[in-house]
RNA sequence: GCCCGGGUGGCGGAAUUGGUAGACGCGUCGGAUUCAAAAUCCGAUGGUGGCAACAUCGUGCGGGUUCGAGUCCCGCCCCGGGUACCA
């Protein structure tokens, strides 16, 4: 038997790739340069899941194609390999998270390998490897040059039986997300990156970017960005003054009151001796809420009165200062001016609190609502009044200007970055504390290598594991010789990944992060693929480290990525669950199906019909859930792509991942859509290896092809690489289909054609297509063979068919000589002939005629 | 609540600028091959009516523009994702 055998033919080529380092980055830069990029992984014990596969094919095509049309192409991967399921590892079973990395780098890198990515294996890199973050380290020391690093003392999530801080998004309703353990908040020092210096340019320069625009709404969001005015106000009997930011210059009139953050700091100052109780058990309760809580618990609004009193600037009214925890402590200046006739929050507030309202801008005549957030001409508001809200705003900063009492400003939502974990798995800061203050360390001693340590928990204090090397963090100032410790936090996963696609370009060089002259050839990244997870974190910082870099002259381009796409997410297999409980089955909405005794039954999908929009078990009225799920080990609807690849091959593996449907959309397994695609790879197979001897097909022949033929052809070939130019690998495949389809009718095939055949399906199944090709008689590999390119000529065919309509539906069809198809009347006077469309013009009056050269004809029939 | 996506056959999806709605694949049904099955090959496959030719309805719902609307405009509904007291 000599069928299509994808695990021999898959392991020959993947060997065969290594062994000739096929796809070597070429050094010379003769050529143009397309640099393509996925998101590295970070290589978890469970191995590959089906969604990596999924860009990285995608980019694994672009790759081969590029190649194929002269470009030199950069293509690489390496590891995200800090982090902390590794040091969880290490906690658990004592094992050094640098073992259980190696191990799972290792199965990554095999699993990859055994997809047919078309990487540049000698560019690998590791985030954990002392040579990679010897230059982490030293981009930090530029940034702390730069005045961009700096220490601070802020309140962090600490989770005291885990042993380490957590991020806002790993604390839930005051627990941790793992274990739920209790969180608490608690001041300690920390390092903070500047990123808010850049948040103007991170802002614009989304402008420009081949980016998604839904992610470059979510960073603008992010940074948030707002226009107003700072505005002074004086408080009765105290010299301090009160600042508050606010968007809404305009409404000025109307604030009633004033709000402190619980944490402003002169809410004690502030506070009079009646008030005082209340204030502090008031600020009491907020500090021992986390943030997130404070956010939940916002049902309703809580506040106290501290018992001073502000001057309106515009008003001259003495208005109340009160202390409440919807006011945010790091936006803008920790109070703000309440005007509760302009904002739904100080409404509510004052409201409960019975506080003074006063409308500033004129609601519609029919609205009833509560504060009027819309347009509307200002009122109550002397020199405003009669003004739009825009004119309002401008003449008010005018106005605070000239007084002093305020100006035009702006406020970002972007905080500084918290830069600093209490984790042993992580880079070592390049700093030392000689008299307890901090200092960077020369460049000559990089890099900071992590010390052995006995134990990978953190200390009960919050100490940092680090701390625990007691020889590593007492150490000398290497410039004054004085004794000095050394820094025990580490950095923050994202550190590494914020600047890994500059190692690769040069991952050998030891003068910088990356070798100029190959920067200035390689950068920017032309495409670079991953999920929407990181739309903001991982691409913000990038950025931001990237525009550091170009502010130093490390790099060349202001921006490190220019195109980027997200690949959606794969959702498990299609669902179809009914609930039963006894022998009496329930609705999928029935609030009962939460209850015990409740008993789900998996339907196959032969087992359900579909009755207008609801999926119902054959045959019956019990109404059926239909829906794909994510997949979650818990839910047992993982696939491993290690199965699939076994039973079907990579190279049906990538093909159906493309196939599925458009890259960036989310969509559900089908291990039958697998099938479909097996097949078709068995048929381009049988196409010209017959099963019998296992040698080439006797219908193969040197012949020159036929006109037919050489339609097909590039027919393919033209919407193959217009596919490929725009990423759209479904369509791509299918026209791939259809060539197919169409060569199997074929009575013989010559070579010529079916080469050019295999060098377009050769960037989604690359091993059957080498396969085949060297089959053909050739002995390299077609990597770099040139890309077919579509004849116009080819493409034209003898007769040009019309449908036609009569009154815009299409009633028949008519076909007419190629040279002909422009001719108006000649065209018209066939689609009238035409059996089905006489007869509607027979029984009534022609009224207009529509002809759309090589489109279409419709005839507008009166009656 | 707000901001983005998105609703097309039994299913995944196609229709590139307003021009034959349903390419390609899955599934289903029928046939060929086979002792039988798997595999393979051929054919049919949106609904309804009809022996058929054909007609009619049909792209979430309701309107509109147009010779012609899945595509454009107005008003809604539903689903997915993000975000949330940011003054």
């Given at each position: 038997m000599h069928a299509y055998n994808p695990s021999k033919i898959e392991k020959k080529w993947q060997s065969y790739w290594l062994e000739n380092k096929t796809f070597r980055t070429p050094e010379d830069e003769e050529k143009p340069k397309y640099y393509v990029l996925d998101m590295f992984p970070y290589p978890s014990g469970d191995g590959l899941h089906v969604g990596h596969p999924e860009g990285y094919t995608a980019t694994d095509i672009v790759a081969r194609y590029k190649r194929m049309n002269g470009y030199n192409v950069l293509h690489p991967i390496g590891w995200d390999a800090f982090g902390l399921p590794a040091e969880q590892y290490a906690i658990r079973t004592g094992t050094h998270p640098k073992q259980t990395t190696e191990r799972n780098i290792g199965r990554f890198r095999e699993q990859l390998q055994m997809l047919g990515f078309s990487y540049d294996w000698d560019r690998e890199v590791n985030t954990t490897d002392p040579d990679y973050y010897r230059w982490t380290q030293w981009i930090f020391l530029k940034l702390y040059e730069m005045g961009l690093a700096y220490q601070d003392e802020v309140p962090v999530n600490?989770?005291?039986?885990?042993?380490?801080?957590?991020?806002?998004?790993?604390?839930?309703?005051?627990?941790?997300?793992?274990?739920?353990?209790?969180?608490?908040?608690?001041?300690?020092?920390?390092?903070?990156?500047?990123?808010?210096?850049?948040?103007?340019?991170?802002?614009?320069?989304?402008?420009?970017?081949?980016?998604?625009?839904?992610?470059?709404?979510?960073?603008?969001?992010?940074?948030?960005?707002?226009i107003g005015a700072d505005i002074e106000f004086e408080i009765k009997g105290h010299d301090d003054s009160l600042r508050v930011f606010t968007t809404r210059p305009d409404t000025l009139f109307g604030a009633t009151y004033m709000v402190l953050a619980p944490e402003?700091?002169?809410?004690?100052?502030?506070?009079?001796?009646?008030?005082?109780?209340?204030?502090?058990?008031?600020?009491?309760?907020?500090?021992?809420?986390?943030?997130?809580?404070?956010?939940?618990?916002?049902?309703?609004?809580?506040?106290?009165?501290?018992?001073?009193?502000?001057?309106?600037?515009?008003?001259?009214?003495?208005?109340?200062?009160?202390?409440?925890?919807?006011?945010?402590?790091?936006?803008?200046?920790?109070?703000?001016?309440?005007?509760?006739?302009?904002?739904?929050?100080?409404?509510?507030?004052?409201?409960?609190?019975?506080?003074?309202?006063?409308?500033?801008?004129?609601?519609?005549?029919?609205?009833?609502?509560?504060?009027?957030t819309g347009e509307g001409k200002s009122i109550n508001s002397g020199f405003l009044d009669g003004l739009e809200i825009e004119e309002a705003k401008l003449k008010m900063i005018e106005w605070l200007e000239e007084q002093g009492k305020g100006q035009k400003s702006v406020n970002y939502k972007l905080r500084d970055w918290l830069f600093s974990r209490q984790r042993y798995w992580g880079e070592p800061f390049p700093i030392v504390h000689v008299d307890g203050v901090p200092k960077p360390l020369p460049e000559d001693v990089l890099p900071v290598t992590l010390p052995e340590v006995d134990d990978f928990k953190p200390t009960r204090t919050g100490e940092p594991p680090l701390a625990r090397a007691k020889e590593w963090v007492e150490t000398t100032d290497p410039e004054s010789g004085k004794p000095a410790l050394r820094e025990t936090n580490t950095m923050p996963q994202w550190a590494g990944s914020c600047w890994y696609y500059l190692r690769y370009i040069s991952p050998e060089f030891d003068g910088g992060p990356v070798e100029k002259k190959k920067e200035n050839y390689w950068m920017p990244v032309d495409l670079y693929v991953g999920g929407s997870e990181h739309s903001v974190l991982h691409l913000l910082y990038a950025r931001f480290w990237h525009k550091v870099l170009f502010d130093c002259g490390v790099v060349s381009t202001d921006e490190p990525f220019q195109k980027l796409v997200h690949q959606g997410m794969i959702l498990g297999e299609m669902e179809y669950t009914a609930w039963r409980r006894g022998g009496e089955y329930l609705a999928p909405d029935s609030p009962k199906i939460e209850e015990e005794g409740v008993e789900r039954v998996r339907l196959s999908e032969t087992d359900v019909e579909k009755r207008g929009e609801k999926f119902y078990l054959k045959g019956s009225d019990v109404e059926v859930e239909a829906r794909a799920y994510k997949m979650s080990k818990s839910r047992g609807n993982v696939i491993n792509p290690d199965d699939i690849v076994r039973q079907y091959g990579a190279d049906a593996l990538r093909l159906y991942?493309?196939?599925?449907?458009?890259?960036?959309?989310?969509?559900?397994?089908?291990?039958?859509?697998?099938?479909?695609?097996?097949?078709?790879?068995?048929?381009?197979?049988?196409?010209?290896?017959?099963?019998?001897?296992?040698?080439?097909?006797?219908?193969?022949?040197?012949?020159?092809?036929?006109?037919?033929?050489?339609?097909?052809?590039?027919?393919?070939?033209?919407?193959?690489?217009?596919?490929?130019?725009?990423?759209?690998?479904?369509?791509?495949?299918?026209?791939?289909?259809?060539?197919?389809?169409?060569?199997?009718?074929?009575?013989?095939?010559?070579?010529?054609?079916?080469?050019?055949?295999?060098?377009?399906?050769?960037?989604?199944?690359?091993?059957?297509?080498?396969?085949?090709?060297?089959?053909?008689?050739?002995?390299?590999?077609?990597?770099?063979?040139?890309?077919?390119?579509?004849?116009?000529?080819?493409?034209?065919?003898?007769?040009?068919?019309?449908?036609?309509?009569?009154?815009?539906?299409?009633?028949?069809?008519?076909?007419?000589?190629?040279?002909?198809?422009?001719?108006?009347?000649?065209?018209?006077?066939?689609?009238?002939?035409e059996k089905n469309v006489s007869r509607y013009l027979e029984s009534g009056e022609l009224v207009k005629e529509i002809f759309v050269p090589g489109k279409i004809v419709n005839l507008v029939v009166k009656e």
């Open positions: 600490w989770c005291p039986d885990l042993g380490t801080v957590l991020s806002n998004e790993e604390v839930i309703d005051g627990k941790s997300e793992v274990g739920g353990f209790p969180v608490v908040r608690k001041p300690m020092r920390q390092w903070m990156l500047r990123i808010t210096e850049y948040a103007d340019r991170l802002l614009e320069d989304l402008e420009d970017l081949d980016w998604p625009e839904s992610t470059k709404e979510m960073q603008r969001n992010w940074i948030g960005r707002s402003h700091h002169l809410v004690e100052e502030l506070t009079t001796n009646e008030q005082r109780d209340d204030v502090e058990a008031y600020r009491e309760e907020a500090a021992k809420k986390s943030d997130i809580e404070r956010q939940e618990m916002n049902k309703e609004k809580t506040g106290v009165f501290t018992g001073s009193y502000a001057i309106n600037p515009a008003s001259g009214e003495e208005i109340q200062i009160w202390v409440a925890d919807y006011v945010l402590a790091h936006y803008g200046t920790g109070a703000i001016m309440a005007v509760p006739g302009e904002d739904e929050r100080d409404w509510e507030f004052a409201e409960k609190y019975g506080l003074p309202i006063i409308r500033t801008v004129e609601p519609p005549e029919d609205f009833d609502g509560k504060a009027w991942e493309m196939f599925m449907g458009p890259l960036e959309q989310v969509k559900p397994w089908s291990t039958r859509g697998v099938e479909g695609v097996y097949r078709f790879l068995n048929r381009v197979w049988r196409l010209m290896i017959d099963e019998k001897s296992g040698k080439l097909h006797s219908h193969l022949s040197d012949e020159q092809p036929t006109r037919d033929q050489l339609k097909a052809l590039h027919e393919a070939i033209k919407k193959v690489t217009e596919d490929i130019d725009e990423m759209r690998f479904n369509t791509a495949i299918s026209a791939l289909m259809v060539f197919v389809n169409e060569a199997n009718q074929w009575e013989n095939l010559p070579k010529e054609v079916l080469e050019s055949f295999l060098l377009i399906l050769s960037p989604f199944a690359p091993h059957l297509a080498e396969e085949l090709w060297s089959r053909l008689g050739h002995e390299k590999s077609l990597a770099y063979e040139l890309w077919p390119k579509a004849e116009e000529d080819y493409l034209k065919s003898e007769t040009v068919m019309y449908p036609v309509q009569v009154n815009g539906k299409v009633r028949g069809e008519i076909h007419v000589d190629a040279d002909k198809a422009k001719q108006k009347e000649l065209v018209l006077e066939a689609a009238k002939a």
